[in-house]
């Protein structure tokens, strides 16, 4: 059996398999070569076009308003509703019997939400927000497991025109706490708990104890889902009563396209997560777009199962904003890939007949250790297209993908695109592109992407260099929620008009694009990003924690693994107790995805002269690799110290 989990970059080289589509494919496909040649002949037309999938209740004057730059303005003057967009206009079209939404929870109980119920609830959770006093432009915090209240909120939010912030069930109390501080969210909408991993877990606590310490929350509405006792406070309202008792008709308000849509929370390098704000036409315009182009999505007559969590972005425009615009017949699963079996995800796909699949490398990877027994006990004759977002995917995992998977029929789309992005930016076309395994390959039509030097020149094929955006895009984040300066400073600063996106990438020698992973101080784990900083602040503010720093391992399964070195305080007592419970505090700090995986006890940190941490000395131990040069270290001996280690922790979780 090959082994998909080696290093995920060392046979890319060296990959020079294509896979064109099947004639049949190609038949049907929703892009053409032609999409390029027509987005490059007039961009600005192109996206006009793209803009028209969408229902406005007025038209824009202006495509592009790029005189502020880099604060961009799509579709200048439009007014468009995105919950009309996604949800009402299938109703008026006749599609109110179709199934938008077949919800499958962990414990196995099923819901076929219709586009008609659809309409029915995000009205009713409209009009039971407008009661609690939600006006268009006040911000509401979602925190919620993966039910389609989740889906419902979030429309009602654009409905009125008031900026969601879903903050991932996963992150702790204080996570949420300064999430909602930081955007003052004035209603919280969150459940008693959920289900993973076979049992209820609750989420009502957390939500108390970070609106204890967020006064600008006026009301937390609470979904029923487990069952399970909550504590009650004066501020809470049960969903099922205010949104359930509420009317199933409300008018909707048209808002300005660039009016903020939402925010959600990412991080950045340095430990305070970055509020990326996305707004109205722009958005929708690329989601829709992208759904329709990269997924080859046909409405009514394909099943679309995208694994994410409406906690991060490719939930946001691949849950809910691209499939829903364009009318899909998605799946949604509240649980994990192994319970109550390690088929789950085949039973799924198997029992709703699922034809896309998008998923992250990290699943594939694991599916692909658990072995190739599980998937093959279910009929996956169904699907017809696979993708993959989050990390690179390396050339033995797509391939494992392809074949054990798509039953090699089935075009990949490997999809490279961030939170800042707000929708897909480079990938393969399916029925056009001819795929390698482990390239996202091309920019899509409309966008401009490029591999550039330390000087911001376009570099040669075959070598690596940083992955930048030269042209401005729909989609585009239009700010840092209250910070213009972070905004600017962050992305556009290291070469004047260009988006730096953190990434290092390279042309292979056809020119297509291969993503090398972060090049900056932002750790990728399952797909999800997470700061050193972050970590290391999280680290110090433990009582027994003199310093810290933290690396990204390469990791067989998760892509990075977090490593953390500590330096206790000398009245701290040394024991695996100890260090156990500074691990512990990380997840108290951020949520359990940030969990050090293991945390090394030292005595000193390998600094430079100047006093900065070498990371990459650091990364050699992490790694159990030889040490590189160490000769800019102010104590060379400090390494001998670091790896005589005195104490570690492994997560066994
Ligand atoms: C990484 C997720 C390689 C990349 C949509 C990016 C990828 C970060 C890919 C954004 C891909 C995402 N190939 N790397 N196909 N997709 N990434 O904001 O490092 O959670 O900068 O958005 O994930 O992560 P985010």
Not at 297 to 326: Q, R
Not at 576 to 581: L, Q
Request: glycine share 8%; hydrophobic share 40%; net charge negative.
């Amino acid at each position: 059996m090959v082994d998909v989990t080696t290093d995920p970059f060392e046979s890319m080289l060296h990959e020079n398999r294509h896979f064109p589509p099947s004639p049949e494919f190609v038949a049907q496909a929703n892009a053409s070569l032609e999409l390029y040649a027509q987005a490059q002949g007039d961009r600005m037309a192109f996206w006009d076009e793209q803009a028209g999938r969408l229902h406005w209740d007025k038209r824009w004057t202006t495509t592009l308003d790029w005189s502020g730059a880099p604060f961009a303005k799509w579709f200048v003057d439009g007014r468009i509703n995105v919950a009309v967009n996604c949800v009402d206009r299938h109703v008026a079209d006749g599609f109110g019997d179709q199934v938008a939404i077949h919800f499958e929870g962990e414990p196995g109980d099923t819901r076929a939400i219709t586009y008609q119920q659809l309409q029915d609830e995000v009205c009713q959770a409209a009009n039971a927000l407008a009661a609690l006093g939600v006006v268009a432009g006040d911000r509401v915090a979602i925190y919620l497991p993966m039910i389609p209240e989740a889906v419902i909120a979030m429309l009602a939010c654009a409905r009125l025109g008031a900026p969601h912030s879903v903050v991932f069930g996963g992150f702790s109390a204080e996570a949420l706490r300064s999430r909602i501080d930081d955007a003052a969210a004035k209603v919280v909408i969150t459940a008693d708990g959920g289900y993973r991993r076979g049992s209820a877990f609750p989420l009502k606590p957390a939500v108390d104890e970070a609106v204890a310490a967020a006064p600008t929350v006026e009301h937390v509405l609470v979904v029923r889902r487990t069952g399970g006792d909550v504590v009650w406070t004066d501020k809470d309202v049960w969903w099922h009563e205010a949104v359930g008792g509420a009317s199933t008709t409300h008018d909707p308000e048209f808002f300005d396209s660039e009016h903020p849509l939402f925010i959600l929370y990412t991080s950045g390098t340095t430990g305070k997560p970055k509020g990326i704000l996305h707004t109205t036409g722009g958005y929708l315009t690329q989601a829709a777009y992208t759904h329709h182009m990269v997924f080859d999505h046909k409405p009514g007559a394909d099943v679309y199962w995208c694994t994410a969590d409406v906690g991060w972005i490719t939930g946001h425009s691949y849950i809910v904003y691209g499939p829903l615009a364009n009318r899909a017949t998605q799946v949604m699963y509240e649980g994990t890939p192994d319970t109550p079996h390690k088929g789950r995800w085949w039973e799924i796909v198997e029992k709703y007949r699922v034809t896309i699949l998008y998923t992250a490398p990290t699943a594939i990877r694991t599916f692909a250790k658990w072995g190739r027994e599980f998937p093959g006990q279910f009929d996956l004759t169904s699907l017809r297209l696979l993708g993959s977002v989050g990390e690179p995917i390396n050339p033995a995992a797509w391939m494992w993908y392809r074949s054990v998977i798509g039953g090699d029929n089935c075009p990949i789309v490997d999809t490279w695109w961030q939170t800042e992005t707000g929708a897909i930016m480079i990938s393969p076309l399916p029925g056009v592109t001819h795929t390698k395994p482990g390239s996202a390959m091309d920019p899509l039509p409309g966008i401009s992407a490029k591999v550039v030097d330390d000087d911001g020149n376009q570099i040669e094929r075959s070598e690596a260099g940083y992955l930048i955006l030269d042209e401005p895009w729909p989609a585009m984040l239009r700010g840092i929620w209250g910070d213009d300066e972070r905004y600017v400073e962050q992305y556009w600063s290291r070469w004047p008009q260009v988006y730096f996106a953190g990434d290092g990438a390279k042309y292979d020698r056809e020119g297509h694009i291969w993503l090398l992973g972060r090049v900056d101080d932002v750790m990728n784990v399952s797909g999800h990003r997470i700061s050193t900083a972050e970590v290391e602040s999280a680290l110090v503010s433990h009582a027994a924690v003199a310093e810290a720093a933290v690396v990204g391992a390469n990791d067989d399964t998760t892509g990075q693994a977090i490593v953390a070195f500590v330096i206790l305080r000398e009245n701290a007592d040394i024991s695996p107790d100890t260090v156990e419970n500074i691990r512990s505090h990380v997840g108290t700090e951020i949520g359990s995805i940030a969990k050090p995986k293991r945390v090394m006890v030292v005595k000193e940190l390998p600094k430079t002269r100047s006093g900065k941490i070498m990371r990459r000395l650091l990364r050699d131990v992490a790694e159990n690799r030889d040490l590189g040069d160490t000769s800019t270290l102010a104590d060379p001996a400090v390494m001998a110290l670091i790896s005589s280690g005195l104490a570690t922790a492994t997560d066994t979780d």
